[in-house]
């Protein structure tokens, strides 16, 4: 990745829907070499994805909280894992190291549909028990990754080979 491919990142994080021809102006290249990079960053897996940031809170989902999850002895990481996945009021899963094995961050709307959403996951096999913090108020999320000056990205190439860009 060299300082052009770095800025490309760093404008991208800023506003994903930027045009080639946007990201050609800031970057002093043809729109068609910068349609060329920015298709090596996704097939490198530098770019994983674009998405839309929607409000939690406009959708309904007026309780965040961070849940802790705790196996049985017996229990299959990623038999849990896969029960975890099923559940759609998850918004994002972590394995982690220290007491509990996952910890999961949740949206409802209320409550109650927290309670309810509790029993769901304590009925999971391999659960043993949670730990649940409830999100008072955000302060800020989704901090983008600073891009290094200095950094090779690993990725695959169509046939799936690892290679470096």
Same mark, same amino acid.
């Given at each position: 990745?060299? %300082?052009?491919?770095?800025? !490309? ?13 946007? #990201? ?19 097939? %490198? ?13 406009? #959708? ?5 909280? *961070?849940? %802790? ?14 029960? #975890? ?28 549909? *927290?309670?309810?959403? #509790?029993?769901? !996951? ?44």
């Amino acid at each position: 990745m060299d %300082s052009v491919d770095r800025v !490309l990142v760093a404008a991208l994080q800023d506003n994903a829907r930027s045009t080639y021809a946007e #990201l050609a102006r800031l970057v002093g290249l043809s729109a068609a070499s910068v349609h060329e990079r920015v298709r090596r960053l996704e097939e %490198s897996s530098a770019i994983t994805g674009y998405t839309a940031t929607v409000s939690a809170s406009a #959708l309904g989902l007026g309780v965040c909280a *961070l849940i %802790s999850i705790y196996l049985t002895d017996s229990a299959e990481c990623d038999d849990v894992a896969d029960g #975890l996945r099923a559940v759609a009021e998850i918004e994002g899963c972590w394995f982690v190291a220290g007491d509990e094995a996952f910890v999961i961050k949740v949206g409802v709307a209320d409550v109650d549909a *927290l309670e309810h959403l #509790l029993a769901v !996951l304590w009925r999971i096999p391999g659960v043993a028990r949670t730990r649940t913090t409830v999100v008072l108020s955000t302060r800020w999320e989704r901090r983008r990754p600073p891009v290094p000056d200095h950094c090779e990205v690993v990725g695959t190439d169509r046939k799936g080979s690892r290679r470096a860009t």
